[in-house]
């Protein structure tokens, strides 16, 4: 079947390639469309980018959601996989091209920064609960391994940029939601300028009961921008990101006779124990731009983020984890155009520094409550590292690309808890990433690249934990390595037709995976030996009409273990990485009338994929469908914006997540069916 889909998909890239060539010369004579993008940290257009980079605008982001997870905006990008939608104790789960796939919660081995802002820590974990979607305006993708730009656990990269407040019309904006259990969703937000400073503050609060029993939430979010520009073009802006979740409820997996009996019932443990996280953050950065250092432009960026957090997990036993942490730092880039024996050359040169320090807490845990403390340790992480790349112009049409990052990142414990011995410990790594890529731009508008680099990933600190049950650093678990290949095709015909056409081929070696230990619930990690992924990822945009467009994202990939065993000792080799379908498919077709009036049809079809790395549990393949609808009703110079959706239109029964390698085959967590939801924004 792949092999099959691999012909046709190099059949349509050689077609492609030579349709592009053959209308070169019309487009050339047309009018040009500059999109600049930033993510690969040396500022291109995206048509002299050597990698597969999608960029998402205010419309997608904002226009009839919800706002309330990065799925909703990026589920049109190919690559892209998410999961756990609906459980806001354990966060949206993404993964590009298999990285981020092992996390059992939340994010890793992606990067994720907002406004300059690193929401990856050192160690690399990324936290998205702070991400403030009704402030965002713009979205840039990287889908592959980022190493040379961003270190540590960048298997992709997700750039969330908000408005600076100059960049959307003065006013106020309320806003009320209201959907099926219990959503409601307030949110305010206003902006203004005033000569040459400008800012904008936004602030919502959730209360969502939840599908599940046992999975209800309360969250509060700010996100506010003070910015002010210099006649020389200086600019320096501040941002303040406030996050305050007093509730958010956790119902755990379930087996599949669980699933069976209830879909909507959290396991009993979850409920006896009231398992669920606290979390309470502060964020503040600053950002200076300016170009009039030398011929080049400079940015500085520092950041300071304080977060709490308190979670107790759905199972008793040391079970209930607390932790103080403070994660800091600055970066610096400098770029500039320059000549290499008549040819342009451009350049730049950077520095990253980051720290984080937990002060963290583990406690015992029955189910008449806590019983005593098993943990005390502050956990260090520092990242220091130094980059460079530079674009240079063979000719107008072809450019040669380079770059290079040399990264030392230092774990470190420092055990309080001394009762049962002293395990304190560190690891250092001293890692080099490179990148090579070239392209040609057939027409103002058509592109091709090729690209090859290498990434690392190293184990967070909860992968260091030791199934052995001592403190400490697992001795035998490594970072993992890859090497990544890549050839695409993308461009634009007429006004109205754009493709991205991606193909990749990644081996990582010493891949770290998930597993649990009979008769222990605690998730523990190993080098599973190495993988292959091999994929071909395709995204279509086309305005038929001013009323009419039809975006499609659709990815084949093959994500294959190597040289490992399962948790039985049974040959693995050749099985399928876990919790990764091979097929996916997204589409949506939006209509636009007159004034602001749309709607929009969306549908998924998601593949099967497997649970353990055994490969022994399936869990089927789906299709999802969606709809949303808005209008806007003007009185004068105000406004309201009426909008409204439905979920799973066809009440699909299927799994929002599946905890891959489980204990006890406690795998699922199954998502609503057919759900509604409503708004009204008043602007003025």
């Avoid at 992606?110 to 050192?122: A, E, F, N, S, W």
């Avoid at 189910?367 to 063979?394: C, I, K, P």
């Avoid at 353990?612 to 609808?629: C, H, M």
Wanted: contains cysteine.
């Amino acid at each position: 079947m792949f092999s099959k889909a691999w012909k046709v998909v190099f059949s349509g890239l050689a077609a492609t390639c030579a349709f592009s060539t053959a209308n070169a010369q019309s487009e050339t004579g047309a009018s040009e469309t500059v999109i600049e993008v930033t993510s690969p940290r040396l500022v291109r257009d995206l048509y002299e980018t050597p990698a597969a980079v999608s960029v998402i605008d205010t419309p997608d982001i904002r226009e009839g959601q919800q706002r309330l997870q990065l799925d909703e905006s990026l589920d049109t990008v190919p690559g892209l996989f998410f999961q756990n939608r609906y459980n806001f104790a354990q966060n949206l789960r993404l993964s590009t091209r298999g990285f981020g796939a092992r996390a059992p919660f939340g994010i890793r081995g992606i990067r994720i920064q907002v406004d300059g802002i690193p929401y990856t820590l050192p160690d690399g974990q990324s936290q998205i609960d702070a991400v403030d979607l009704d402030s965002a305006q713009r979205i840039e993708v990287i889908r592959g391994p980022s190493s040379v730009q961003y270190g540590n656990a960048s298997g992709g990269v997700i750039d969330i940029t908000t408005s600076r407040g100059d960049d959307q019309p003065p006013g106020t904006r309320l806003r009320q939601d209201v959907g099926s259990d219990d959503y409601y969703k307030t949110t305010a937000q206003a902006n203004g300028s005033r000569g040459p400073t400008s800012g904008i503050a936004t602030m919502s609060w959730l209360n969502y009961n939840g599908y599940r029993d046992q999975s209800e939430v309360e969250k509060g979010l700010f996100n506010g921008r003070l910015s002010h520009q210099w006649d020389e073009g200086q600019r320096l802006t501040a941002t303040f990101n406030a996050l305050y979740t007093p509730k958010a409820e956790d119902p755990a997996g379930l087996t599949a006779a669980q699933v069976e009996d209830d879909r909507s019932q959290a396991t009993s443990n979850a409920e006896r124990l009231d398992a669920g996280q606290e979390v309470d953050q502060q964020t503040l950065g600053l950002l200076y731009e300016t170009p009039a250092i030398g011929a080049g432009d400079l940015t500085v960026s520092t950041f300071f983020t304080r977060r709490d957090f308190t979670q107790q997990l759905p199972f008793p036993g040391p079970s209930r984890i607390a932790y103080d942490r403070q994660f800091y730092g600055i970066s610096s880039d400098y770029q500039q155009g320059s000549d290499v024996a008549g040819l342009p050359l451009t350049w730049m040169l950077g520095a990253d520094l980051h720290r984080q320090v937990d002060e963290r807490r583990r406690y015992q845990v029955s189910f008449s409550g806590v019983t005593g403390q098993t943990q005390e340790e502050t956990q260090n992480g520092t990242t220091a590292a130094v980059f460079a790349q530079g674009d240079l112009a063979v000719t107008e049409r072809f450019t040669l690309s380079l770059g290079t990052r040399f990264d030392r990142l230092r774990l470190s414990v420092d055990d309080h808890w001394l009762v049962d011995g002293d395990d304190s410990g560190s690891r250092t790594y001293d890692e080099f990433s490179g990148f090579a890529g070239a392209s040609y731009r057939t027409a103002p508008r058509q592109q091709v690249y090729a690209t090859i680099g290498t990434a690392f990933e190293a184990p967070t600190f909860t992968e260091f934990a030791n199934p052995d049950g001592s403190g400490g650093f697992n001795p035998d678990i490594e970072p993992q390595q890859a090497l990544n290949r890549e050839v695409g095709v993308r461009g634009g015909f007429g006004e109205g037709l754009s493709y991205d056409l991606a193909l990749f081929s990644i081996r990582v070696d010493d891949e770290i995976l998930p597993y649990e230990i009979d008769g222990n619930s605690r998730t523990f990690y190993e080098n599973a030996g190495r993988t292959e992924r091999n994929g071909v990822e395709l995204g279509v945009s086309w305005d038929i009409s001013y009323a009419w467009r039809i975006t499609s994202a659709l990815t084949l990939a093959d994500y294959t273990l190597r040289d490992f065993e399962d948790e039985q000792g049974n040959d693995a080799d050749g099985n399928r990485l876990p919790g990764l379908p091979r097929e996916q498919w997204v589409t949506e077709v939006e209509w636009k009338g007159s004034g602001q009036r749309f709607a929009a049809l969306e549908w998924q079809y998601i593949g099967d994929l497997y649970a353990e790395n055994s490969n022994q549990t399936k869990v089927p393949d789906y299709w999802l469908f969606g709809i949303r609808a808005g209008d806007t009703v003007r009185f004068g110079s105000q406004s309201l914006n009426l909008y409204g959706g439905v979920r799973n239109l066809l009440d699909e029964d299927y799994f929002s997540n599946i905890r891959i390698n489980a204990n006890r085959g406690a795998y699922y967590e199954p998502a609503p069916g057919r759900t509604f939801y409503a708004g009204v924004e008043w602007v003025f």
